[in-house]
């Protein structure tokens, strides 16, 4: 087609190296730039799209917010070879063999190509080929070592060499090498990298100059950017270093890092396609091969780098009808009613879009290998959903292994904040986790009681540590008994009794009040060693069939029993109490830790996790009132209006933001973790006289759970090893149990959840 008045008007801007470009993958489903349609990405906003049905999300996404123009792309061949073990001195520059068809298409002509790219368009296309695809930049940036100036870059002297030219700079000075170049910041000498073990790479000719010159420092060509980044190194201090002087040290060469583009990958994107090879065998413990499917709901998830932990908490939950109901057969309608102009960045979007990913089957295809048979699918790449789940969580937008039941509490909170801007949150499937524990404390000396509820979405079980007549195992035991052991007594000394008026001993038990639809229990199966968790072996057995929970059902004041009463100062202290997860104090008590500085630790980092209350702990154990409870009530304060503002964007009314602000020393986060922990007094008033009697009506009649999902860890740490997931679909005869390896899903005759760390159980309604 003749250039239009969309190309000709066109008033657009290349990307920087920060700004995010999303062109290997459609960012509302999972086709892929490998596909015969391509990706078409936005020229304005980046976001990326398929262009062909089903769905053609690119032009709704044009026709949405008026950005006409794409770059269709479509990858079409690519090296398979597998590289090879990763290195600091192996990471080597690879010759990209990817070639990419391109052209500019114009949506606002009925998606015509356009034949002719003028200069004010070509140059955005430009940025585009050379940019970072977004969610690979997320995970470069975490991939990344901690690099730190040094002081050689501080002192250093500059004088340009006799035989410097920037028309040299594309080639090695020693020979004829023109990728992985390094030059020198001294006297501007350019020179290949090192050679690799298997004589591969560089002729180690910027090393060579190094040592006959002492010229410290270079940069590598190629990965400069024009907000003055690039790659550098310190052959003194033998390490990549970082030059805060960059674009100083360049323009003595005549040199503007203003007018740079980056061309060639970094070490930070060599070292993540490196560690992303990783690979893991799909055998059971007896060596025995499992056989691999794949369909609607047996969707393998690509690992990103240490992702098996997400991966295998979302093939669980998504493995729920409530999830899956939620989420799948609503997607496009969502699409096409969010208000977000970039899906990337909205939480529902993510959500949708892998639900979609995981339960239609479009994605999931067993790939035939070079023998003519069917091996693994290929799976679906979660980058764009844990980009979105973990936003601004120093832990989990890390490339870092994590510990999956921690990703399961904060993926149940981060569904529940995104849903409440949806309906005021009535269609929140996070609520199948949900129930009630009851605590009941009774006086040693004058038998008074007092019954507390407490909030809960998971439940964490302790184990019993017995060795085996043999000494070299432990003998198994039984979830039964890990549930006894929960709801066993416990001696709380120097309780101070304010009917006996000093102090005492009092017992505690913790039972349940109500039950959740899904039931999520982790297993405390690890100990301290020298301050560092140890993962114990110690078999849980648990059946697959029907467990009843009925004898672990609290059952609340009793006619004969004497509730204590409750001092002016209690009560004071019940009312401000900022909630605390249960579930990581008891982690935190399983560790030896007295219960007061667990809740403190637990308060003050905000419910961020046992890990983050650990390290509270251990850098304020010398504080004075370390084992002081907090019981002096909250000052009433100003608050913050921007975070009033972000807080009732969430769906939470005025008054009990700053309620909860106020009573929070106005922390945003720990005022969410309390709006999230605590219902509104209004709502449960009213409710509680038309609800209370049906819902304990049900407790009472739903008692019976039956396994349907567990996560199993390989590894002598849970932040570190492998996770995998057993998932079953179907109920009685019709039941079919399948082994979730990251990408890799495979048919699981004889489940082994006897090793498990989180286990999921379903009531049998």
């Given at each position: ?12 801007r290349a ?8 062109k ?10 490998d596909?015969?349609?391509g ?45 090879a ?17 391109t ?20 140059h ?66 350019s020179?290949c ?22 010229h ?8 400069i ?45 060599l ?14 413990a ?62 529902l ?18 790939q ?71 605590e009941?404390?009774q ?92 993962k ?45 997860d ?6 935190l ?13 637990v ?21 004075p ?6 019981s ?65 009506d ?6 019976q ?12 740490s ?48």
């Open positions: 087609m003749p250039v239009c008045d969309h190309v000709r008007n066109a008033q657009l990307p920087s190296s920060l700004t995010p470009v999303y290997e993958e459609c960012t509302q489903c999972f086709d892929d730039h596909m015969d349609a990706i078409d990405v936005c020229l304005t906003c980046f976001n990326g799209g398929c262009p062909e049905s089903p769905h053609c999300h690119a032009h709704e996404h044009a026709m949405k917010t008026g950005h006409h123009l794409t770059l269709n792309m479509r990858r079409v061949s690519k090296d398979d070879e597998r590289p073990k990763l290195t600091k001195l192996e990471i080597k520059e690879e010759k990209d063999e990817t070639v990419y068809q052209f500019v298409r114009c949506w606002g002509c009925s998606g015509a190509k356009v034949e002719t790219v003028p200069e004010n368009v070509q955005v296309v430009q940025g585009v080929m050379h940019a970072v695809e977004a969610s690979k930049g997320g995970e470069i940036k975490a991939w990344s070592e901690e690099v730190k100036p040094c002081k050689h870059f501080d002192s250093l002297e500059q004088q340009v060499g006799s035989e410097f030219s920037q028309d040299k700079l594309h080639q090695c000075s020693m020979c004829d090498k023109r990728e992985n170049l390094w030059m020198c910041l001294s006297c501007g000498h020179g990298g090192r050679r690799q073990y298997d004589g591969s790479g560089g002729n180690n000719h910027a090393i060579d100059h190094f040592e006959q010159t002492g410290s420092v270079s940069v590598k060509l190629g990965t950017t024009p907000e003055g980044t690039a790659d550098a190194y310190c052959y003194t201090c033998d390490d990549n270093k970082m030059d805060p002087h960059l674009a100083q040290h360049l323009q003595t060469f005549g040199i503007s890092v203003l007018a740079q583009q980056k061309t060639e990958k970094s070490i930070a994107e070292q993540l396609e490196q560690n992303l090879a990783l690979d893991f065998s799909m055998t059971t007896d060596g025995t091969q499992l056989q691999p499917v794949a369909g609607p709901g047996l969707t393998g998830m690509r690992n990103l780098g240490n992702s098996c932990y997400l991966a295998s908490i979302v093939q669980c939950v998504f493995g729920t009808d409530r999830f899956r109901d939620r989420y799948f057969p609503t997607a496009s309608n969502h699409f096409l009613s969010c208000p977000q102009q970039l899906p990337a960045q909205c939480m979007c993510q959500l949708h879009k892998l639900a979609y990913g995981l339960w239609s089957g479009r994605y999931a295809i067993l035939t290998g070079e023998d003519g048979n069917l091996g693994p699918q290929k799976g679906i790449s979660p980058a764009h959903f844990k980009a979105a789940v973990a936003r601004d969580h120093p832990e989990f937008s890390s490339m870092r292994q994590q510990d999956a039941f921690e990703f399961l509490q904060h993926l149940t909170k981060q569904v529940a904040i995104a849903e409440r801007t949806v309906e005021g949150g009535s269609q929140d499937p996070t609520p199948i986790f949900n129930f009630t524990t009851e009941r404390l006086c040693t000396k004058c038998n008074g009681v007092r019954y507390k509820t407490q909030a809960a979405n998971s439940l964490s079980l302790p184990v019993a540590k017995r060795m085996a007549e043999d000494g070299k195992a432990f003998e198994p035991i039984s979830i039964d008994e890990c549930f006894r052991l929960m709801a066993a007594e416990e001696s709380v000394e120097g309780y101070r009794c304010p009917a006996c008026n000093e102090s005492t001993t009092a017992v505690k038990s913790t039972r349940f009040a109500t039950f959740p639809k899904v039931l999520a229990v982790q297993v405390r199966r690890f100990e301290f060693v020298n301050w560092v968790p140890q114990l072996d110690i078999p849980v057995q648990v059946p697959l069939t029907a467990i009843d929970l009925a004898s672990f059902r609290g059952n609340g004041l009793q006619p004969d029993e004497v509730p204590l009463p409750e001092s002016p100062e209690e009560a004071v202290a019940e009312s401000n109490e900022q909630p605390v249960e579930e990581v104090v008891a982690q008590e399983s560790m030896g830790f007295p219960r007061v500085r667990c809740v403190k630790a308060k003050q980092t905000g419910n961020s996790g046992a890990e983050a209350a650990m390290n509270w702990i251990f850098a304020h154990m010398d504080d009132d370390i084992d002081v409870p907090d002096q009530p909250a000052q009433t304060s100003a608050v913050d209006p921007a975070a009033v503002e972000q807080l009732m964007a969430m769906g939470f009314p005025q008054d009990r933001v700053e309620t909860a602000l106020q009573l929070c020393d106005g922390d945003a986060n720990r005022a969410l973790d309390r709006l999230l922990s605590t219902e509104d007094d209004v709502t449960e008033a009213a409710a509680a006289a038309s609800s209370d009697a049906a819902a304990k049900e407790s009472q009649s739903r008692s759970y039956e396994l349907t999902g567990f996560v199993l860890h390989k590894g002598t849970v932040h570190c090893g492998h996770y995998v997931a057993t998932v079953r679909q179907g109920m009685g005869r019709d039941a079919s149990w399948f082994f979730f390896n990251d990408a890799k899903v495979a048919a699981q005759p004889d489940p082994q959840p006897e090793q498990a760390y989180v286990y999921f159980f379903t009531r049998c309604d």
